[in-house]
C-alpha cells in the first residue's frame, strides 16, 4: 500500500512537470532552455555538413555532438572492437584492462582460494602482498555441529506445472578459538527434488 | 526559465529524492512484517521461504543496467557465506567475488570484493532454521565466472547488491551468457541469453561509453 502511494505521488508530480514544461517551452523559455535539440534541428544544417546531433569520439567514448558534421566513431572502436581479446583474457583467469587492452597475470593468489581461506579463519588479507594477517582467535578447524532435515511440496508454475515433492537437509558448521569462543557458524542447505503428484496427499 | 519554474523544479528533485530514496530501501523488500526468526518460529522451527527477486524496476537493457550500476565487475566467485540481513527478513549468500575486470567503478582489477545475492540457509542461535529459495532465479554458483551490474553497498547487507534485483547478474559460460533472471520474458533474458561471450563484453562496453557525458 505505502508503494502504491509513493507510485501515485510520482506520477503525479510528473504530470506536473510536463504541463509546466509546456508552459515554459511556449513562454519565454528560450530554445536553449527546451532541452536536447529535436528532430527538427537535424534539417537546420546546410547541406553538405552531416547532421546535429552526430556522433564524435570524446574522451575515448562515442557521444552525440550537437553540432553539425559526420558519425565518426572509428577512433572509439579502441584495440578490441569486437571484445575477442577481452574475452580470452578472462577466461584464462587473468585480468583485463580495457582501457589499454593489456591481459595481466593475477597476481599471487589467481583463484582467490587464498584469500577465501584466510578471512574464513579469522585473518586479514593482503591482496598485493598475499600476506595472511591473523587475529588472536586462532581458529580450528570446522566442526559440523548440527544436521536437520524437512519436505515440502511445490509448484513448478507456468503453462504445464509440476508438482514437486522436496527434502532440504541443514547442515550446521561451527568453528571456535583457541580460548573455547565461538568464532563463526554457517549452515549449508542441500536439496533434493523429485516430481511426485501425490505429494500433497 | 523563470524563477517559479526554477523553484518548481527544486522541489519536484527533492521529492523525486525522497521517492527514491525510499524505493533504495525496499531493495531486498517483499519480505511480510514478521521476521524470518519469528515466521521460522510460527512454521515450527523450519521455514522454506520462496522469494521473488525484487521487479520493482525492470530495465530494457545493459545500457540502462550500466546507467544504474555504481560499479560493474566480470570476476569468479570463490566461495560463500550465508547471511541473515540487518533487518531480519531475509538470508543472502554472501560471495567472496575475485574481480578479473573493472568495467565501471573506482576499485583495483584483482581484488576480491563482497556481492550479496538473496538466497541461503541460516540457523538461528535458539536452532531455528530458515532456507530462503529463490524462485525466480538461478542461484549463484561458486567458481563460476559472472558479470556483476553492482550498487553501492547499502546498510542492510555485508556485500554489494546487484543492480536490478537479479537482472544485473550473468554468467559467462562457454556456451554463452546466462542471465540469472528465470523469467523469460525479462528484456534482458530475450536480448542476452545464450549470446556469445566476447559480444556480449563488447556490447556492455558500449554501453558504458555510451553513457559517458561529453566533458
Same mark, same amino acid.
Given at each position: 500500500?505505502?508503494?502504491?502511494?509513493?507510485?501515485?505521488?510520482? @506520477?503525479?508530480?510528473?504530470? +506536473?512537470?510536463?504541463?509546466?514544461?509546456?508552459? @515554459?517551452?511556449?513562454?519565454?523559455?528560450?530554445?536553449?532552455?527546451?532541452?536536447?535539440?529535436?528532430?527538427?534541428?537535424?534539417?537546420?544544417?546546410?547541406?553538405?555538413?552531416?547532421? %546535429?546531433?552526430?556522433?564524435?569520439?570524446?574522451?575515448?567514448?562515442?557521444?552525440?555532438?550537437?553540432?553539425?558534421?559526420?558519425?565518426?566513431?572509428? @577512433?572509439?572502436?579502441?584495440?578490441?572492437?569486437?571484445?575477442?581479446?577481452?574475452?580470452?583474457?578472462?577466461?584464462?583467469? +587473468?585480468?583485463?584492462?580495457?582501457?589499454?587492452?593489456?591481459?595481466?597475470?593475477?597476481?599471487?593468489?589467481?583463484?582467490? %582460494?587464498?584469500? +577465501?581461506?584466510?578471512?574464513?579463519?579469522?585473518?586479514?588479507?593482503?591482496?598485493?602482498?598475499?600476506?595472511?594477517?591473523? %587475529?588472536?582467535?586462532?581458529?580450528?578447524?570446522?566442526?559440523?555441529?548440527?544436521?536437520?532435515?524437512?519436505?515440502?511440496?511445490?509448484?513448478?508454475?507456468?503453462?504445464?506445472?509440476?508438482?514437486?515433492?522436496? %527434502?532440504?537437509? +541443514?547442515?550446521?558448521?561451527?568453528?571456535?578459538?583457541?580460548?573455547?569462543?565461538?568464532?563463526?557458524?554457517?549452515?549449508?542447505?542441500?536439496?533434493?527434488?523429485?516430481?511426485?503428484?501425490?505429494?500433497?496427499? | 526559465?523563470?524563477?517559479?519554474?526554477?523553484?518548481?523544479?527544486?522541489?519536484?528533485?527533492?521529492?523525486?529524492?525522497?521517492?527514491?530514496?525510499?524505493?533504495?530501501?525496499?531493495?531486498?523488500?517483499?519480505?511480510?512484517?514478521?521476521?524470518?526468526?519469528?515466521?521460522?518460529?510460527?512454521?515450527?522451527?523450519?521455514?522454506?521461504?520462496?522469494? !521473488?527477486? !525484487?521487479?520493482?524496476?525492470?530495465?530494457? $537493457?545493459?545500457?540502462?543496467? #550500466?546507467?544504474?550500476?555504481?560499479? /560493474? /565487475?566480470?570476476?569468479?566467485?570463490?566461495?560463500?557465506? #550465508?547471511?541473515?540481513?540487518?533487518?531480519?527478513?531475509?538470508?543472502?549468500?554472501?560471495?567472496?567475488?575475485?574481480?578479473?575486470?573493472?568495467?565501471?567503478?573506482?576499485?583495483?582489477?584483482?581484488?576480491? /570484493? #563482497?556481492?550479496?545475492?538473496? &538466497?541461503?540457509?541460516?540457523?538461528?542461535?535458539?536452532?531455528?532454521?530458515?532456507?530462503?529459495?529463490?524462485?525466480?532465479?538461478?542461484?549463484?554458483?561458486?567458481?563460476?565466472?559472472?558479470?556483476?551490474? =553492482?550498487?553501492?553497498? &547499502?546498510?542492510?547487507?555485508?556485500?554489494?547488491?546487484?543492480?536490478? &534485483?537479479?537482472? &544485473?547478474?550473468?554468467? =559467462?559460460? !562457454?556456451?554463452?551468457?546466462?542471465?540469472? !533472471? =528465470?523469467? #523469460?520474458?525479462?528484456?534482458?533474458?530475450?536480448?542476452?541469453?545464450?549470446?556469445?561471450?566476447?559480444?556480449?563484453?563488447?556490447?556492455?562496453?558500449?554501453?558504458? $561509453?555510451?553513457?559517458?557525458?561529453?566533458?
Amino acid at each position: 500500500m505505502r508503494r502504491l502511494y509513493l507510485l501515485m505521488g510520482l @506520477a503525479i508530480l510528473v504530470v +506536473w512537470l510536463l504541463i509546466d514544461d509546456t508552459s @515554459a517551452v511556449g513562454g519565454n523559455a528560450s530554445p536553449a532552455a527546451a532541452g536536447p535539440p529535436s528532430a527538427q534541428q537535424q534539417t537546420c544544417c546546410p547541406e553538405g555538413s552531416g547532421t %546535429s546531433p552526430h556522433k564524435e569520439c570524446v574522451g575515448g567514448a562515442c557521444v552525440d555532438v550537437y553540432e553539425c558534421g559526420f558519425d565518426n566513431c572509428a @577512433a572509439c572502436q579502441g584495440c578490441d572492437p569486437d571484445g575477442t581479446k577481452e574475452w580470452q583474457c578472462i577466461q584464462q583467469g +587473468w585480468i583485463w584492462d580495457p582501457f589499454n587492452c593489456l591481459c595481466s597475470p593475477p597476481g599471487c593468489d589467481p583463484d582467490g %582460494s587464498l584469500e +577465501w581461506q584466510c578471512v574464513g579463519e579469522g585473518g586479514t588479507w593482503d591482496p598485493y602482498t598475499c600476506w595472511c594477517t591473523m %587475529s588472536g582467535c586462532n581458529p580450528g578447524p570446522a566442526i559440523l555441529a548440527h544436521t536437520t532435515s524437512t519436505r515440502y511440496c511445490y509448484e513448478t508454475g507456468g503453462e504445464e506445472s509440476f508438482v514437486m515433492e522436496c %527434502s532440504t537437509t +541443514w547442515r550446521n558448521y561451527e568453528v571456535f578459538c583457541q580460548d573455547g569462543s565461538l568464532y563463526a557458524s554457517w549452515t549449508i542447505e542441500e536439496n533434493y527434488c523429485y516430481w511426485n503428484d501425490y505429494c500433497y496427499q | 526559465m523563470n524563477q517559479r519554474t526554477k523553484n518548481k523544479r527544486s522541489t519536484a528533485l527533492l521529492v523525486a529524492i525522497f521517492v527514491l530514496a525510499q524505493g533504495s530501501l525496499v531493495v531486498l523488500a517483499q519480505a511480510p512484517a514478521k521476521t524470518l526468526h519469528d515466521r521460522a518460529k510460527d512454521a515450527g522451527g523450519k521455514l522454506i521461504y520462496p522469494y !521473488d527477486a !525484487d521487479r520493482s524496476v525492470v530495465y530494457p $537493457n545493459v545500457e540502462e543496467l #550500466a546507467k544504474h550500476s555504481d560499479l /560493474i /565487475i566480470i570476476g569468479r566467485t570463490v566461495g560463500h557465506r #550465508a547471511r541473515l540481513t540487518a533487518d531480519g527478513m531475509v538470508v543472502t549468500r554472501d560471495f567472496l567475488v575475485k574481480t578479473q575486470e573493472v568495467i565501471k567503478g573506482d576499485i583495483q582489477p584483482g581484488l576480491g /570484493i #563482497a556481492v550479496s545475492v538473496p &538466497g541461503g540457509s541460516y540457523r538461528f542461535p535458539d536452532g531455528v532454521y530458515v532456507y530462503v529459495r529463490p524462485r525466480d532465479y538461478l542461484d549463484a554458483k561458486d567458481g563460476k565466472l559472472y558479470v556483476f551490474f =553492482l550498487r553501492a553497498k &547499502g546498510s542492510l547487507t555485508k556485500g554489494h547488491q546487484v543492480a536490478g &534485483g537479479v537482472q &544485473g547478474l550473468f554468467e =559467462l559460460t !562457454d556456451g554463452g551468457v546466462q542471465p540469472a !533472471d =528465470l523469467v #523469460a520474458d525479462d528484456p534482458v533474458v530475450v536480448k542476452y541469453k545464450g549470446k556469445k561471450g566476447a559480444d556480449f563484453l563488447a556490447e556492455i562496453h558500449r554501453a558504458v $561509453n555510451k553513457g559517458k557525458k561529453r566533458p
